[in-house]
């Protein structure tokens, strides 16, 4: 077997670990963010944008909050894996029109950190599995037999 043969399957290995990591990331902020406390904040921006270069929707959401009399400004609405199609991100639309008094979740920390929400997500899951679908077949790639190889 040559270096070349072993290409594939170290590529492979190398997207099963960086899913892995990924997955595992996005838990660890799972985790954090459900335990943070929340405070009253004001949706200032709700809009729904296409991407010029691909076929993706995004809901452009800023919210206002304050923490010990400080103000804060952010846009993440939460650190759970969702689809960019427009249903999902038009819902959130609606879910977050400008004016709306909201709960935002705070990292005491960092209140910089925040969410609108904070309930556990298991899309972390998806991929941690696909990472792991990729290690086996970085795994079994050595395994198939090649034309050089049968000859």
């Keep these: 077997m ?6 594939p399957s170290l590529a492979l290995s190398l997207f099963g670990v960086l899913f892995i990591a990924i997955g595992l990331w996005s838990r660890r902020l799972n985790k954090r963010a459900a ?5 009253t904040g004001t949706i200032v921006e709700s809009a729904l944008d296409r991407s010029t270069s691909d076929p993706e929707w995004s809901a452009r959401i800023r919210y206002r909050f ?20 427009r249903s999902t991100e038009q819902a959130l639309i609606a879910k977050y029109p400008i004016g709306r008094e909201v709960t935002v ?22 991929f941690v599995a696909f990472g792991v ?15 050089t190889s049968a000859a």
């Design 2 to 7: 040559s270096v070349s043969d072993l290409i």
């Design 35 to 39: 335990t943070w406390p929340g405070v």
């Design 66 to 85: 304050a923490v010990n009399g400080r103000q804060y400004e952010s846009r993440q609405i939460s650190y759970k894996v969702r689809s960019d199609s």
């Design 105 to 126: 979740h705070y990292d005491p920390a960092n209140p910089e950190s925040a969410v609108l929400e904070n309930d556990p997500s298991y899309g972390w899951c998806w």
């Design 133 to 147: 679908l990729c290690l086996a077949g970085a795994a079994l790639i050595p395994l198939i037999p090649t034309a």
